[in-house]
């Protein structure tokens, strides 16, 4: 099961896995993985909640599996 984590904690994740910004407009900054044909969306609060933790992961599939817990 997901948990919450810092943002910082996840942007560090997203970088150390070659992810990078692509959208830094709004409440949200869109990631793209190594491949290109994945992205995500990662609201910029404090903590990023368990569901969007969980749909990072989902939608991030190329990265390999337990990166960003």
């Known amino acids: ?8 904690d996840v942007k560090a994740a ?4 070659g992810c990078h910004i ?14 290109g044909h994945h992205s995500a969306n990662i609201p910029r609060h404090a903590t990023v909640t368990p569901g969007v ?3 990072t992961v989902r939608r991030l599939a190329c990265l390999p599996e337990g990166w960003l817990q």
Not at 25 to 33: L, N, S
């Open 22 to 35: 692509i959208s830094d407009r709004g409440d949200h900054t869109k990631w793209r993985c190594p491949c």
């Open 53 to 55: 933790v969980r749909d």
């Open 1 to 8: 099961m997901a948990k919450g984590m810092k943002l910082r």
């Open 14 to 17: 997203l970088h150390h896995q």
